[in-house]
């Protein structure tokens, strides 16, 4: 069974850093694409960026320019670089693998919380 496991949640102020990781039990070249995807309380959950096996990289607008994601093809770990976040970051974060449509996935983790105080 395919198990994708995040990590690097935490609280932090506005204006400051944190990096999601998500660790897979594949290897994720063998999937189409990795992605990330967070859920604020009382909102939908919502793409936050993706990279697919040949580098094509989507982000939502509201976190381009701060937001980056990368992967570890050696680790089979995806990363979330997030830059210069604000208290509209705050969500639960969760990874994704496999795309199967322009909004369904395969493989989901069980998220991270990140909590941005002004």
């Known amino acids: 069974q395919v198990q994708l496991v995040e990590s690097g949640g935490g609280s932090v102020q506005a204006g400051e850093s944190l990096t999601l990781s998500c660790a897979a039990s594949?290897?994720?070249?063998?999937?189409?694409?990795m992605g990330w995807y967070r859920q604020a309380p009382g909102n939908q959950r919502e793409l936050v960026a993706t990279?697919?096996?040949?580098?094509?990289?989507e982000y939502a607008n509201s976190v381009k320019g701060r937001f980056h994601i990368s992967r570890d093809a050696a680790a089979n770990t995806a990363y979330l670089q997030m830059n210069d976040l604000e208290p509209e970051d705050t969500a639960v974060y969760y990874c994704?693998?496999?795309?199967?449509?322009?909004?369904?996935?395969?493989?989901w983790g069980k998220g991270t919380l990140v909590t941005v105080s002004s």
């Open positions: 994704a693998a496999d795309r199967e449509s322009p909004v369904l996935w395969k493989y």
């Open positions: 990279l697919t096996t040949d580098g094509r990289l």
């Open positions: 594949i290897n994720i070249f063998s999937v189409n694409a």
